[in-house]
């Protein structure tokens, strides 16, 4: 079955970066891209951005365009979130998820906490 | 960009009850690219409704999806325990792809 497995939760100082994995399973990676989604505590769902899992290209939101890097490793099934200059407005659960480009978001990661905090 | 407006912001209705939620957009939704998706507390959101109308795999029957251009409904025929949960609608036919601000169907 379809899995998203992201990495553990992290804390982080202001000012500082945080990269968040998400390891693909149990489908072909190369032919889907990924998505991140983030959730501040009690608000709701914010898109960031996608990759295309197998060629790398992205598009994000403007909003974070200056501040986010995506990348993909298909030796690993496994893309990557960057999120730099981290803001305590950032503390939030990042979450993965399958997205085919023009289709809607079918599995989820289990979400990772970041806590940005001094 | 396209901003989704969903109402109520709270439904508060009893199990056996029917749930009707609406999503309205700023423009007109691409090819009825338009989702549900449910959230539980502590889990991630999951895929009920895809084109507008379309179930995702393993979604009850008792949810349904609804119209067009700039008008969107998710109805639950007849709620259960399990149903009580915060939903989004979301569109993805244009970047940046973006979500409503969530109806939260609670207990009465």
């Known amino acids: 079955q379809v899995q998203l497995v992201q990495s553990g939760a992290e804390v982080k100082k202001p000012g500082a970066s945080v990269k968040v994995s998400c390891k693909a399973s149990?489908?072909?990676?190369?032919?889907?891209?990924i998505t991140w989604v983030r959730q501040a505590p009690g608000q709701g769902l914010e898109w960031m951005g996608w990759?295309?899992?197998?060629?790398?290209?992205?598009n994000s939101a403007q909003k974070f365009q200056d501040r986010v890097t995506l990348t993909t490793d298909t030796s690993t099934n496994t893309v990557y979130m960057e999120l730099r200059s981290l803001r305590s407005d950032d503390t939030a659960v990042y979450y993965c998820?399958?997205?085919?480009?023009?289709?809607?978001?079918?599995?989820w990661g289990q979400g990772t906490l970041v806590t940005v905090s001094s | 960009e396209i901003v989704l407006t969903q109402s109520p912001g709270t439904l508060s209705l009893s199990p056996g009850e029917r749930a009707t939620l609406s999503c309205r957009a700023s423009?007109?939704?691409?090819?009825?690219?338009l989702a549900w998706y449910q959230q539980k507390p502590g889990q991630a959101p999951r895929l009920l409704i895809f084109g507008a109308s379309s179930r995702a795999t393993g979604i009850p029957d008792r949810f349904s999806g609804s119209g067009s251009g700039t008008d969107f409904t998710l109805t639950i025929s007849r709620l259960e325990p399990e149903d009580f949960a915060v939903y989004y609608c979301q569109q993805y036919g244009s970047s940046p792809r973006t979500f409503g601000g969530g109806t939260k169907v609670e207990i009465k």
């Open positions: 990759i295309n899992a197998y060629k790398g290209n992205t």
């Open positions: 998820a399958r997205d085919m480009l023009l289709g809607p978001f079918d599995n």
């Open positions: 423009q007109s939704v691409s090819s009825s690219f």
């Open positions: 149990g489908y072909t990676f190369t032919s889907y891209g």
